[in-house]
């Protein structure tokens, strides 16, 4: 077995290959550093997005495949396939008949030209 770096949060989510937290249930989806000094420039680097984020840069173990051996977190995140995103919701809503400014129900018409 080989060893590699990961970085954790403070909810135990590791850094995942797709630049988002994963929870590491599905451990190929974190992403390795060679070297601890790659993981600690990661580090640094989501700190400076993120001032609230209290990481730490950990040491892991390989599997034969090159899967780390990683703690799932307690922490559950909702995994990628299952959100929605923005735009889907808005399509959704106007299918069901809603305008997006809010205006329900209402259509226009062409003016019919008054007799006078």
């Given at each position: ?5 990961v970085?954790?949060?403070?909810q ?17 989806r ?19 997005r ?7 840069v950990?040491?892991?173990e ?29 399509e ?5 008949g ?19």
């Amino acid at each position: 077995m080989s060893e590699a770096y990961v970085v954790r949060n403070q909810q135990g989510h590791y850094w995942g290959k797709k630049k988002r937290w994963v929870d590491g249930s599905k451990a190929k989806r974190v992403m390795l550093c060679k070297h601890q000094d790659e993981g600690f420039n990661l580090l640094v680097e989501l700190s400076a997005r993120d001032i609230d984020l209290r990481g730490e840069v950990i040491e892991v173990e390989l599997n034969d495949r090159g899967i780390p051996q990683v703690e799932p977190s307690e922490h559950k995140l909702t995994d990628e396939d299952d959100l929605v995103s923005p735009a889907a919701g808005e399509e959704s809503a106007l299918a069901d008949g809603e305008d997006s400014d809010g205006d329900e129900g209402e259509t226009l018409s062409p003016e019919e030209p008054t007799a006078t």
